[in-house]
């Protein structure tokens, strides 16, 4: 935030360059930004639904997770419960999706039950809030997060 | 007109080599890390109230650290050094080289200082001291953004880019005090941010001169991190909202520069608010394209 003083090392404090009406503009393009930014955007470009209803009252909606080049994006995605999140095999090879183990049930929380085929789609139905973690069974370094919110 | 496209060019060169190895750091620790969850700090009132704390907190305490005398600058600039480049190599480095790392990058910019003069000289026979002080802090700000970019979602970082703007210009123009940092860094040679030589080539040079404080611009880590501490933000949701928000930080870099050298003599002036300003924007182009 100091940038480009050292040229300035001799000069002694003097009236600042621009006028006071640019710095107001600029404080002013930026609360209209951050406004915009607010209404527009929520949670950020990729918390934008794939399908959604009316939102009078919530109604669950519909997100998509592409797998491609060996990752999943949206690596994070923040949801509600009752949410549906579809994984699409976009990559080069199937995929095996399998949620870490339930520490109760000793099972996956959720999984593909097989290989999604490339091209192909596994949707699951998050009925409970919670952080889901998950992989590709080929290769663990390959994972993601569903991190859903409780009703 | 030459020396000032040089010195653009300079200025470019170092910005973008930081933004993208920062936007690559938070990629790459975000597929490290799965599935340890990072829960991102949501802009509440009582987040921002906090914030504004530490804010005003950070201030009187850098003040007065700027007083106190130039060992606390370098002190406090390694271990930022420290922090940001250990975080940086732990992304390609396993225990205990990634710390290892991170220390030779810590004490690389401090060797390079005229404070350090035999050290000093010794290095700069070999190594062009510019180079290597930039190339720290290229590592050093990149990892320190990518790591609080990942700690908040991208509506905080933007909250937090547009109040560090406003308290930017009141920190220049009013109370002065970014000013007097700067000068007190340096005096005592602990720069945290790019010395920019005027022309490309004196990046490479060796020997004595080629630190010489009277030959070089600064351009402080604030004005080159915030921006990237959004874009690091948005990478776990989407990378090339990412790159966008980079593309076009780069563009404010090009308004900040032309702002400066409009001015009709040398005058500090505060930088992040123009950057900052087409971050956002590119954040919100990101959000209207559907990246």
Redesign the interface.
């Known amino acids: 935030?100091?940038?480009?003083?050292?040229?300035?090392?001799s000069?002694k404090?003097?009236e600042?360059?621009?006028p006071v009406n640019f710095?107001v503009l600029?404080?002013l393009?930026?609360?209209c930004?951050?406004a915009?930014?607010?209404f527009?955007?929520?949670?950020?470009?990729?918390?934008?639904p794939v399908a959604s209803g009316t939102p009078s009252e919530r109604a669950a909606r519909v997100y998509t997770v592409t797998y491609k080049f060996g990752?999943f994006?949206?690596?994070?995605?923040r949801i509600h419960a009752g949410d549906t999140v579809t994984f699409r095999n976009e990559g080069p090879r199937s995929v095996r999706i399998a949620g870490?183990l339930n520490p109760r049930t000793g099972r996956p929380e959720f999984d593909s039950n097989g290989p999604v085929p490339v091209g192909s789609s596994f949707a699951f139905t998050f009925a409970e809030g919670g952080?889901f973690?998950?992989?590709n069974s080929e290769n663990e370094?390959?994972?993601?997060?569903i991190?859903v919110r409780a009703p | 007109m030459a020396q000032r496209t040089s010195l653009f060019i300079t200025e470019l060169f170092l910005y973008a080599a930081t933004v993208a190895v920062g936007i690559w750091v938070a990629f790459r620790h975000l597929t490290l890390k799965l599935p340890t969850v990072i829960q991102p700090i949501e802009p509440t009132p009582e987040n921002i109230l906090i914030f504004g704390v530490v804010l005003i907190g950070f201030t009187v305490l850098i003040v007065r650290t700027a007083r106190l005398g130039g060992w606390s600058l370098h002190v406090a600039m390694a271990l930022a050094v420290l922090v940001g480049a250990q975080y940086v190599a732990s992304g390609f480095l396993p225990p205990p080289w990634h710390t290892v790392f991170g220390a030779v990058l810590a004490v690389a910019p401090l060797l390079s200082r005229s404070q350090y003069a035999r050290a000093w000289r010794f290095v700069s026979r070999f190594a062009p001291p510019l180079l290597l002080h930039n190339l720290a802090m290229v590592v050093a700000i990149a990892g320190v953004s990518a790591l609080l970019g990942s700690s908040l979602t991208p509506n905080g970082a933007v909250i937090m880019l547009a109040a560090l703007s406003v308290y930017d210009i009141i920190a220049v123009y009013r109370t002065r005090h970014m000013v007097a940092i700067a000068e007190r860094m340096m005096i005592s040679g602990a720069v945290f941010g790019f010395l920019v030589p005027v022309r490309f080539s004196h990046l490479f040079d060796t020997g004595e001169q080629a630190g010489d404080m009277d030959r070089v611009m600064i351009l402080g880590s604030g004005d080159i991190g915030l921006p990237l501490v959004l874009a690091s933000s948005v990478v776990s949701t989407s990378v090339p909202s990412a790159a966008l928000i980079g593309a076009f930080s780069l563009a404010g870099l090009g308004l900040t520069h032309w702002l400066f050298m409009s001015q009709r003599e040398a005058m500090p002036m505060a930088a992040l608010p123009p950057v900052a300003m087409m971050s956002i924007l590119g954040y919100l182009a990101a959000i209207l394209i559907g990246l």
Do not use: C
Request: aromatic share 6%.
């Open positions: 935030m100091e940038s480009f003083t050292s040229l300035l090392a000069a404090p003097k600042p360059h621009a710095w600029i404080i393009s930026l609360v930004m951050v915009a930014i607010r527009l955007g929520e949670s950020g470009p990729a918390d934008a990752v994006s949206p690596t994070n995605l870490t952080v973690a998950y992989h370094q390959e994972a993601g997060v991190i």
